[in-house]
Each structure stands twice: as C-alpha cells, then as structure tokens.
C-alpha cells in the first residue's frame, strides 16, 4: 500500500473464540481502534476492530469482524496493519509521523551532507534512524535522540545531526 503508515501488528491467537493479539504503535496504544478500517501492506485485506481490551501497555486482545475462531485467527499471525497517510490527521507544530521521515537528508549543522534517511528501525531499545551516505557504502545508524537529532524540518526536506564521535584511539569497550 503506497503511502501508508503502519499503526500495528496482529500476534498470535488469543483463546478459541477467534480474538488475537494485536500490538499498537500509535501515540495512544488504545486510539489503534478509533481509526476504523486497517489494511494489510498489499491494501487488499481490510480489517476492522470490533473489540479491544488491554492485555499490556502497547499490547490488546482484539477481535476482528469476520474472525469468528482460533484457526482464523492464527492465519492472521504476523500481519501488519496500515492505514493510507491521507486518513490521518495532520500532525501539531514540532511533530511528525516517523514514516515521514524517510527520504529526508541528512546534514551536520555545517551543512555537511550524511546521507538519506531510508529507514527507521527500531529494535527495542529507541528509534534508530538509517541513513544512506551520499558515496554509497555502510549505511550510518543514529540514535533518533534531540541529542543526536535536534533539528527535524520536514517541510523543509531536511535533518540535521550530531552524530557522537568515537575516539578512535580508545581500545575496544572504551569508546
């Protein structure tokens, strides 16, 4: 699905009566269900979330319209749910949705070009944000902090970044 925001994931079955596990990655875990039709990354597959009760802090126990038992449920094991970036509501002054970022350079308050955001990861400890350096290469990982990352100027087209220096002359483990 072109131009789609990715709002959560389906997990696994939760009982026999067809409820699932679905993990939420909105600013309010709970407002996942307030969005009315979610999709797959195809955009083919259209799900609605009929109930949704709290099972941990970005965690839920959803049922899903037309999912009626445990081997219907478990068949939706894994799948990401999105929703078109046109449905959502703009973001307030000084904020942004993280898929928004991708496609943004990256540049040192100097002006010196890093590279362009390809991705944001994030693999449990914060948001990474991936940079492609203009000459090709590694690509550059930065800690998506306001330490690392004061400046984010979407309309702009632009990030500006700090990234932290290691002492190259410090042995392994004392950087």
């Given at each position: 699905m072109k131009n789609a925001i990715l709002l959560g994931r389906l997990g696994a079955a939760h009982g026999v009566r067809g409820e699932i596990r679905l993990q939420s990655f909105t600013?309010?875990?709970?407002?996942?269900?307030?969005?009315?039709?979610?999709?797959?990354?195809s955009g083919?597959?259209?799900?609605?979330?009929?109930?949704?009760?709290?099972?941990?802090?970005?965690?839920?126990?959803?049922?899903?319209?037309?999912?009626?038992?445990?081997?219907?449920?478990?068949?939706?094991t894994g799948i990401e749910l999105y929703l078109p970036r046109a449905a959502l509501p703009e973001p307030?002054?000084?904020?942004?949705?993280?898929?928004?970022?991708?496609?943004?350079r990256v540049e040192t308050r100097d002006g010196e070009g890093l590279g362009v955001v390809i991705a944001v990861r994030?693999?449990?400890?914060?948001?990474?944000?991936?940079?492609?350096?203009?000459?090709?290469?590694?690509?550059?990982?930065?800690?998506?902090?306001k330490t690392?990352?004061?400046?984010?100027?979407?309309?702009?087209?632009?990030?500006v970044a700090e990234p932290p220096i290691l002492d190259e002359g410090a042995s392994e483990g004392e950087a």
């Amino acid at each position: 699905m072109k131009n789609a925001i990715l709002l959560g994931r389906l997990g696994a079955a939760h009982g026999v009566r067809g409820e699932i596990r679905l993990q939420s990655f909105t600013a309010d875990p709970a407002a996942i269900s307030s969005y009315g039709p979610l999709f797959d990354a195809s955009g083919a597959r259209r799900f609605v979330i009929a109930s949704l009760r709290p099972l941990g802090k970005d965690m839920f126990v959803a049922r899903l319209e037309g999912v009626a038992d445990r081997d219907a449920a478990t068949a939706l094991t894994g799948i990401e749910l999105y929703l078109p970036r046109a449905a959502l509501p703009e973001p307030e002054e000084d904020e942004f949705y993280l898929a928004d970022l991708e496609g943004l350079r990256v540049e040192t308050r100097d002006g010196e070009g890093l590279g362009v955001v390809i991705a944001v990861r994030n693999f449990g400890a914060g948001d990474i944000l991936e940079v492609s350096p203009p000459d090709g290469g590694e690509t550059l990982l930065l800690p998506f902090t306001k330490t690392v990352v004061p400046i984010v100027d979407v309309a702009g087209g632009r990030i500006v970044a700090e990234p932290p220096i290691l002492d190259e002359g410090a042995s392994e483990g004392e950087a």
